[in-house]
């Protein structure tokens, strides 16, 4: 069962593959929601989602942060109350962008010790 919301209400909510906190900017609909943007938690992902890792697709993605104060039209079932300060959106924005460049580096990371222990492996094997 969904939560009712009020124009004002603090939120968390979810668009396409970032995460921000906002507020309410309109009465809900049945499914969807208008959020205004305050903060960014989680900096939206980049490249293609149908084929995720793969950096040679026809059309590589770059997805920006909302902006501050941007509505967005949020599915209701992403929305969830939000009870605490809200931090400052250039702070938050920044913080988000790092933490998603800090996933991407350790993946870069495993990947090349990946690719070190089958070098090594390929030797044992004598190939």
Same mark, same amino acid.
């Given at each position: 069962?969904?939560?009712?919301?009020?124009?004002?209400?603090?939120?968390?909510?979810?668009?396409?593959?970032?995460?921000?906190?906002?507020?309410?900017?309109?009465?809900?609909?049945?499914? @969807?929601?208008?959020?205004?943007?305050?903060?960014?938690? @989680?900096?939206?992902?980049?490249?293609?989602?149908?084929?995720?890792?793969?950096?040679?697709?026809?059309?590589?993605?770059?997805r920006r942060a909302l902006a501050y104060q941007e509505i967005a039209l949020v599915p209701l079932?992403?929305?969830?109350?939000?009870?605490?300060?809200?931090?400052?959106?250039?702070?938050?924005?920044?913080?988000?962008?790092?933490?998603?460049?800090?996933?991407?580096?350790?993946?870069? @990371?495993?990947?090349?010790?990946?690719?070190?222990?089958?070098?090594?492996?390929?030797?044992?094997?004598?190939?």
């Amino acid at each position: 069962m969904n939560k009712t919301y009020r124009i004002g209400d603090l939120v968390v909510a979810s668009y396409k593959t970032g995460k921000y906190i906002g507020e309410i900017a309109e009465q809900p609909s049945a499914n @969807k929601a208008a959020v205004k943007i305050l903060a960014v938690v @989680k900096h939206p992902a980049q490249g293609d989602l149908h084929r995720p890792m793969d950096p040679d697709v026809p059309f590589f993605h770059q997805r920006r942060a909302l902006a501050y104060q941007e509505i967005a039209l949020v599915p209701l079932e992403t929305v969830k109350p939000y009870d605490g300060p809200v931090p400052d959106y250039k702070e938050s924005l920044q913080k988000a962008l790092a933490a998603e460049e800090e996933v991407l580096i350790r993946s870069v @990371k495993w990947a090349n010790r990946c690719l070190q222990e089958l070098e090594a492996l390929r030797k044992e094997y004598s190939l």
